[in-house]
């Protein structure tokens, strides 16, 4: 019998769009805006750029080198490269990361799907009737509502993963991507005639030196460029692992990074200046995109469209992560036990679509459900994922590359072999990195 063929992606731009698309997300247009906000704008700013070169980019590298030079998913990967080592067992907590991490991202994409029901019914005036704040309460409250609008972002992944690589994955990004491109550049245009858009620049690129002195701007920055860019999930690994091998990956990288900040950058002149036009404060927290930026389009000259079209991008980024997230551990069940991609999208989809349940129950009925330390039910699943196992397993990738997997091999799977940027690159896996990251575990940790 003879084995079946491995999917891959086409030989046009279709893997870079859905690389993009995985790593351009509700980090970059959400939660990149109010980390920044309350980190200094432009300071921020600085040091998220130095963490992508120096922490995220060595990392998106080697994720992509080992899922090329295998062609097998994250948990396979590992196994292929140290098949007797404990370090075969590394691929399955990348699984265990993205299948977390996607189960309350669905709750949140549900809220942005929500909101942009919202804008295209016409209906936001029965919110600012309300008060955004009071109307949002309410809305995730609700014991069925917010479920409803997971299992519609969840049903939607579940059918573009369920459609294969080619067909699914990266058809929808050809299509989607572009399209979120035009959306960013269109809102970012109408942002520059806005009375606060020099105000909103000066935030974003005028650094206010003092914040520099303060550690929890570098930890931040350094936890943004990693849920960023979708590194240490499994996903950029698996990614990799439908490239053909003559596919080169250091340009890529370069293509991929700088998309992703571009993006977020963009995002940042798009929400700045909407902000600082009506007197709002950028250091919101979560709630800028959900109470500020509602209130602030429900006061502009066509803020009806305007918001409507910034829900439509955040839709569309959420989108492109949620299937990128759950294909991790799609691919892992499809390679390990020989399931068919349409079973293993359904059932792994409903499962992640109960396990985030508890997430959108705890701003209601489970409301009073929180950890010794204060945290909800959805606060604590994106601790336990994005603040101890995904810097963990980044610090643990960092280390295999560096010091497990032999230079040589290594170098050569990415395309280096012994230039200069291929010694900074193993140089940075081998100290810089695991360093850097460490220091984020070490705090995480300590806030347990």
Known sequence: ?????????????????????????????????????????????????????????????????????????????????????????????????????????????????????????????EFAAAGFAAAFGKFVAHPVEPI??????????????????????????KLLMPALGLLLLALAIHSASLPGFRQGMAFLFNPDWTALARPEVYLAALGQAL?????????????????????RLPGAVLTIALGDTLFAVT??????????????????GPALAFIVLPEVFSQMNGGAWIGAAFFVLLTIAALTSAVSLLEVPVAFVMQRFGWSRPLASLGLGSLIFVLGIPASLGFGPWGGLTAANG????????????????????????????????????LAACDLQESRFGR?????????????????????????
């Open 1 to 125: 019998m003879l084995a079946k063929k491995r999917e891959q992606w086409g030989p046009g731009s279709g893997f870079l769009l859905a690389t993009l698309g995985s790593a351009v997300g509700i980090g970059n247009v959400w939660r990149f805006s109010y980390v920044a906000g309350e980190n200094g704008g432009g300071a921020f700013l600085l040091v998220y750029l130095a963490m992508v070169f120096l922490v995220g980019m060595p990392l998106l590298l080697g994720e992509f080198a080992l899922g090329r030079s295998t062609q097998r998913e994250s948990a396979a990967a590992m196994e292929t490269l140290a098949p007797v080592s404990p370090w075969r067992r590394l691929g399955l907590l990348g699984v265990i990361v993205a299948s977390l991490i996607l189960a309350y991202y669905a709750v949140i994409a549900g809220w942005v799907m929500k909101y942009l029901a919202l804008h295209l019914l016409g209906t936001t005036q």
């Open 148 to 173: 409803a609008w997971q299992l519609a972002v969840m049903a939607l992944t579940v059918a573009i993963v369920a459609a294969g690589v080619e067909r699914g994955i990266e058809a929808v990004s």
């Open 227 to 247: 849920f960023s860019m979708g590194l240490a999930m499994g996903v950029m690994v698996t990614y990799g692992s439908y490239l053909a091998p003559t596919r």
């Open 267 to 284: 995002a940042g002149l798009i929400i700045f200046p909407a902000v600082f036009s009506f007197g709002m404060d950028p250091a919101q």
């Open 375 to 410: 945290r909800g039910i959805l606060d604590l699943m994106d601790f336990i994922a994005a603040d101890i196992l995904l810097p963990l397993n980044g610090l643990l990738i960092a280390l295999f590359l560096g010091w497990i997997w032999p230079r040589r091999d290594a």
């Open 424 to 448: 900074f690159w193993h140089f940075s896996l081998r100290y810089t990195v695991p360093l850097l990251v460490a220091v984020i575990l070490a705090r995480s940790v300590w806030e347990l």
